[in-house]
């Protein structure tokens, strides 16, 4: 099956050639990339590029049914895209403030990144004194620690060489003390994160009977091109400082996505009623946004959301088969934000779905 797929590659585009052979037949290959005996495989070539992909790569599982899945498809598709491509961009997960990390609540998110045209990697600032020099992009998630001083100067400094930041922020369930984290957002003229959730009103915008599981409106732009709709768990807002001083920080804001007008936040977190209280905040909360930050002649890029919990592993119930980042566009949302920040059109994607499985 994986050979016949490959052949209609070749149909569909004459530059891509297709050969089936042994390594009896060719013992150069067997040599060059280390074959073992006895192994089959697809190996991908253009120029001096390469990517080598097993039996094993073309299938994956959903854990929670144990049902196999494949993925032929996708990974022939990217590897293609691997290796034609000029540059492949690599993206790093800071370390070390955060109870969500690359191998830690948002492997989906990894293996995502792994199937694409990307590399990515963690970095622990206190190790390295610096972002390394080769990161695309830096994804920074929900800080429940401060940052040491040392990491706050590598991430201004990254930030000051035009350097780019994909950020998501969960709600805060209790006052914290972050004026590092604080320096960083200031930077962008992003006001510190309040302790308390947003919940929708309008029944079109939410989960039947949940409210705090909102469905935001999504606005039209080069990263929410593909994304119709996402769901968010437990969200909370972005407050910006006012238009004239975003001017003095020479920042530019792009609403990317926002609640209802009949939206409340809530920071009593014992009041068990649905229906919105007297005094709690109502109106259109920003929960995504671009920003671009002017330091001399070069630009930051900020992408934001007011949410972690929905491209992790989590489940909306303890009953759902389904991970948070499974639901809706919920990859693609993230996908899309890091191929945009490390300047990757998205000219061709293929993102296998995961579906449950009915007994």
């Known amino acids: 099956s994986v050979i016949d797929l490959a052949k209609q590659y070749h149909n569909a585009n004459n530059k891509i050639n297709v050969e089936t052979v042994t390594s009896t037949d060719r013992p150069d290959l067997v040599k060059k990339y280390g074959i073992e005996e006895g192994s089959s495989g697809v190996i991908v070539e253009s120029g001096e590029k390469s990517k080598i992909l097993s039996q094993a790569d073309f299938y994956t599982y959903d854990p929670a049914t144990y049902e196999q899945i494949d993925i032929t498809e996708e990974k022939l598709t ?23 990390s690359a191998d830690q609540n948002m492997t989906y998110l990894t293996t995502y990144l792994a199937n694409e045209v990307t590399e990515y990697d963690t970095v622990n600032l206190l190790t390295t004194g610096k972002v390394p020099d080769n990161c695309d992009t830096l ?24 350097g780019n930041l994909l950020w998501f922020n969960m709600l805060v369930a209790e006052k914290q003390d972050l004026p590092n984290v604080n320096k960083i957002l200031a930077l962008y003229g992003i006001k ?37 709709a996402v769901l968010m768990v437990n969200a909370t807002k972005i407050n910006f400082v006012s238009d004239e001083e975003l001017e003095k920080l020479n920042v530019t804001k792009t609403d990317l996505m926002q609640t209802t007008e009949g939206a409340y936040f809530r920071t009593d977190f014992t009041i068990t009623s649905d229906a919105k209280q007297k005094g709690e905040e109502e109106g259109s909360f920003i929960v995504g946004a671009e920003v671009d930050k002017t330091v001399g002649e070069k630009t930051s890029k900020l992408l934001i959301y007011g949410e972690n919990v929905f491209i992790s592993d989590y489940s909306l119930t303890q009953s ?20 945009y920040l490390v300047d990757r059109e998205e000219d061709i994607t293929i993102r296998k779905d995961t579906d449950t499985t009915n007994y």
Do not use: H, W
Request: net charge negative.
């Open 78 to 100: 990217n590897a293609i895209l691997y290796v034609v491509a000029d540059k492949v961009p690599t993206i790093y997960f800071l370390e070390g403030y955060s109870d969500f």
């Open 139 to 162: 994804v920074i998630t929900s800080p429940t620690k401060d940052f040491d001083d040392i990491a706050t100067k590598a991430i201004t400094d990254y930030i000051n060489d035009g």
């Open 192 to 228: 510190p994160f309040e302790v308390g959730l947003i919940c929708e009103t309008d029944a079109s915008r939410m989960m039947t009977d949940m409210p705090s599981v909102i469905i935001p409106q999504v606005n039209y732009s080069t990263i929410t091109k593909n994304v119709p």
């Open 320 to 339: 759902s088969q389904y991970p948070l980042i499974a639901y809706s566009y919920n990859k693609d949302l993230a996908m899309d934000s890091i191929a």
